[in-house]
């Protein structure tokens, strides 16, 4: 799905169940961090947006990361986040940015973000023919 806005296309998402309403959806934003003074790095940030809280996992691409909830979060909202991700019901949502980003700098991202992703906000009409041709690609 392509929308304009991110959380529209979400909502969108959502509302034409697209998104399933027992499927999580991860929104994942990535930026180019400087490492040192001649190298960056990509950073990724995955945010779970349910009942208005916001929560984070963020990383280098290629390290492992784990889940942390917001202050105010309780323990059902963590618990089933984790659970939608070891169920396998979620989705994820990005746009044109993060999904230029991550094709240049992380195949194997990437490829998981093409795999599971269903909302893409934002795209340029040649980042919507790389993500078709990502699709092709992964058959």
């Known amino acids: ?34 490492s040192d003074s001649y190298a960056q790095r990509l950073n990724v940030t995955y945010s779970l947006e349910e009942e208005g ?28 986040f984790v659970k939608s991700v070891q169920e396998r019901k979620y989705a ?7 999904f230029d980003l991550i094709r240049t700098h992380d195949r194997a991202l990437l490829d998981r973000i093409v795999q599971r992703g269903k909302i893409f906000a934002r795209m340029l009409p040649e980042q919507k ?11």
């Open 92 to 98: 994820f949502a990005c746009d044109g940015r993060t």
């Open 53 to 80: 809280q916001k929560s984070n996992v963020s990383g280098d691409s290629r390290d492992s990361v784990s889940y942390k909830a917001p202050i105010s979060s309780n323990f059902s909202t963590q618990s089933n």
């Open 129 to 139: 023919i790389q993500l078709i041709e990502c699709m092709k690609d992964l058959g």
């Open 1 to 34: 799905m392509i929308g304009d806005n991110i959380l529209t296309a979400i909502s969108v998402g959502r509302d034409s169940e697209l998104v399933g309403p027992a499927q999580t959806v991860i929104r994942v934003d990535a930026e180019l961090v400087s």
